[in-house]
């Protein structure tokens, strides 16, 4: 009996473990939808890892943090070129304890047009934090 309840009590924690941390995850990819609605691609950007290793995939590679950011204010010059960004999230798969692969898509709403497309993030806990490592938009 003994022996039960501890496994029952480590699939619990373990399961409690995972939905906490996908929680996280998702609260910061949230708060980087509500930075992009308001215009705030600073803000927006926090949400990724502030390394010259970043990665980010759209029509071309794209390294760095800096570079990232740049790209995105070259992309999206003003709030009519952002436009409303909506996220709906497929699947949350952990590849381990600080490492989790989000499949999802996106979806603009603008004045000309309603671009969409899928993405998968690789996020790592860094420093206590969730961080977008590797970004891959189409």
């Known amino acids: 009996m003994k022996k039960a309840v501890l496994i029952f009590s480590l699939i619990f924690w373990g399961c409690s473990s995972k939905t906490s941390e996908e929680n996280a995850i998702r609260q910061l990819l949230m708060r980087q939808q509500a930075a992009w609605n308001q215009g705030n691609v600073e803000e927006f950007m926090e949400g990724y890892w502030k390394s010259d290793s970043l990665m980010f995939i759209g029509s071309k590679i794209t390294y760095g943090w800096d570079s990232t950011l740049a790209r995105y204010h070259r992309t999206y010059p003003n709030t009519d070129a952002m436009g409303k960004l909506d996220f709906t999230f497929y699947d949350?798969?952990?590849?381990?304890?600080?490492?989790?692969?989000?499949?999802?898509?996106?979806?603009?709403?603008?004045?000309?047009?309603?671009?969409?497309?899928?993405?998968?993030?690789?996020?790592?806990?860094?420093?206590g934090k969730w961080l977008i490592v590797y970004d891959h938009t189409s």
């Open 92 to 127: 949350f798969k952990f590849i381990g304890d600080d490492a989790c692969l989000v499949t999802g898509k996106y979806h603009l709403k603008r004045a000309l047009d309603d671009p969409s497309g899928m993405f998968t993030l690789l996020l790592r806990r860094k420093e």
